[in-house]
């Protein structure tokens, strides 16, 4: 999700107001691969849970990743 745009801006700057780890990758890098490159929609996340597209798919995981922290905390009463 490396990129100046202000979308990529915008999604380092929910991941940090969520406390949520990330790792940058510049996928304009990995484009002209030996198999042709591929285009990529950025911002987007890889995750365990899926791959999510655009702000909205970032926000989306993120209430994704809030939801899932209550319920691994209730699990325990």
Avoid: T
């Avoid at 999700?1 to 979308?7: A, I, P, T």
């Avoid at 990529?8 to 042709?36: K, M, Q, T, W």
Wanted: net charge negative; aromatic share 12%.
């Amino acid at each position: 999700m490396v990129n100046s745009s202000k979308e990529c801006e915008e999604a380092r700057d929910l991941f940090d107001r969520a406390n949520i780890p990330y790792v940058l990758y510049n996928i304009d890098e990995h484009n002209s691969g030996c198999c042709g490159g591929y285009e990529g929609k950025v911002p987007v996340v890889f995750a365990p849970e899926g791959i999510f597209r655009g702000l909205d798919g970032i926000k989306s995981y993120i209430e994704l990743s809030k939801n899932r922290e209550k319920e691994s905390e209730s699990a325990y009463w």
